[in-house]
């Protein structure tokens, strides 16, 4: 393998950059990326989470989290997580402690009080059924931005030192002629001559729209990575309260909201990621990734992060909402990603599909993509996969709709929802920051 091309340079570009440097040092190394704010890595706080139901995923999850430790240990925060699980969700707990058991791992413990003693609630009831409530201490917080900046200067230097080139570009289609790529046209007018090349295609999201454009064949749909959407919101808190939450562990209540806690001394920010996830489809056929962060939907989403903030962690009281961000992943129907060469074009592999969990594969994700180019992929990840009976492992973060439906619903309550806010932009709402739809 004397040249690659990496496409994209999020968690997956990045990786196998990182691991075909430090593995292959005479191999011609070029990345072309256009980095975008609706791209899940351009994110600045990340989860590594050990809890799946599938002992496969489970596995893979424990070995990651090492590699963390034995690689990136200034980069992660043990603060653990705690996690909420309403009632629809209790079966998750039980099938994962299930696998934890067939693994040789110690349960899950039902453990409301770390809950209460860091959110500032009574562990709350529903229909008199208690809520069920574990702390992972194993899950660990990653200083993210922090870490992709340094890893973009790696790739960039590796580019440089192998020979090859970092282009901040994007890439507009792929030419081939039908067995191979043979020029990769960007969007500035350079063209780079891609015939004696391994391409790997990394664009998260764009992955579907790039192959599209390039009229190369797509996956089957039950492997092909749809472009997903969801709204992400910044709270931001004084000196006092920051010191309070950032050793505090982070949250996530199942089917609604995840919180992070500021990721060091020098960030008064947190995030609270709403979990009603949408595809946006259009009159076409693939979703079409947009920044959608001042549409009803985002308002309507933002009151309800505001109302469940207030409800299941009021440890946030006082905070001020100050950046609503679209973000995009590419979900499979299995949630696995989609590492694979493509069946038809010879120097072509894929990489993409990170289904809302794939930034804690950072460390090793680059291993596996660079095994499948030189020959040895890993079955799970395949082009055609077996179906098993384990399809989703966060069934939670599946596509909830389809965003024009979702917006027209929204459309129709925001009135009721937010009064005399409802004709506002979000630009101009985080402007005024009303109390009662951006301070919690
Ligand atoms: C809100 C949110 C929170 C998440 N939180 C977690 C978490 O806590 N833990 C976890 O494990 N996972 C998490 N995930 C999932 C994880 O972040 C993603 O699965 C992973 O980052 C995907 O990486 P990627 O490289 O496939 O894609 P991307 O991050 O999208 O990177 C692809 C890069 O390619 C660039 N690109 C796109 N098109 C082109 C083009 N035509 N030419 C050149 N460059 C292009 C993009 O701009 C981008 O920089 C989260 C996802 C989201 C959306």
Known sequence: MSKVVIIGAGTFGLSTAKCIHTTRPSTQL???????????TDDYSKVVRIDYTSPERMEEAIAT??????????YQRHIGRVVRYERPYADTFDEINATRKKLGLLPRENCTSKYEENFGNRAVTQNSEPVLYTYNSDDKMIIWGSLIDEARETAKNACTTSGGQFYEDAVVSLIHNHERITEIRLESGISIDAATSEVILAPGPWFMQILEASSIALPPSDRAPVA?????????????KALELRDIPMLSDIGHADFLPPVNEQHNVCKVTWTETFTNFGS?????IEDLSDSPLAKYHLIKTIKWIRKVAPV???????AIRSYWDGVTRTQDPLITRHPGINNLTCAAGGSFNRAKGFPDQGVVILATVEGEPTARYGWNVEKTGNQHDQPTLVAKGDFITMNEQANLHIQEVMGGYAHKSIHELLRDNPDDVCII
């Open 316 to 322: 946030l009281k006082g905070a001020k909402v100050i």
């Open 30 to 40: 070029s990345v072309v990326s256009s980095p975008s704010k609706l791209a899940p």
């Open 228 to 240: 997903t959407g969801l709204f992400s919101f910044d709270l931001e808190v004084n000196d006092t």
């Open 284 to 288: 076409g056929s693939l979703s079409i």
């Open 65 to 74: 989290s090492m590699a963390w430790d034995m690689e990136f240990p200034h």
